[in-house]
């Protein structure tokens, strides 16, 4: 298992960008895939995006794709979300979850429960 810490979080406009970055540290050589989730108040928690850890393969939710870009850092065992044109909507707490199981159905990239380790959180606030 691994432990995930997130940073990059703050307050912008919208239309603005910001890059969240997810630390992964411990034993990786179990890990699959590693995603980003958000949480906004009074919702549940969503999927966003995530990548296959060996093939670097990604995934996008509907509602992001085109504006954030999912990518691996092999250097240091980094994932980092790139969001670009922000809107209010995608104001959120933003996670980052490790997966340790193999999925070919992309939809279970989708359900919390496909993931076994989480991080503490970063806000991203967007204001209009």
């Known amino acids: 298992q691994v432990a995930l810490g997130e940073s990059g979080g703050g307050l912008v406009q919208a239309g603005a960008s910001l890059r969240l970055s997810c630390a992964v540290s411990?034993?990786?050589?179990?890990?699959?895939?590693v995603a980003w989730f958000r949480q906004a108040p009074g919702k549940e928690r969503e999927f966003v995006a995530a990548?296959?850890?060996?093939?670097?393969?990604?995934y996008y939710a509907d509602s992001v794709k085109g504006r954030f870009t999912i990518s691996k850092d092999n250097a240091d065992n980094t994932v980092n979300l790139q969001m670009n044109s922000l809107k209010p909507e995608d104001t959120a707490v933003y996670y980052c979850?490790?997966?340790?199981?193999?999925?070919?159905?992309?939809?279970?990239?989708?359900?919390?429960?496909?993931?076994?380790?989480w991080g503490q959180g970063t806000q991203v606030t967007v204001s209009s």
């Open positions: 411990g034993r990786t050589l179990g890990t699959h895939a």
């Open positions: 979850a490790a997966a340790y199981r193999y999925y070919s159905d992309i939809t279970d990239f989708h359900e919390t429960s496909s993931y076994g380790d």
């Open positions: 990548i296959r850890w060996n093939s670097r393969i990604t």
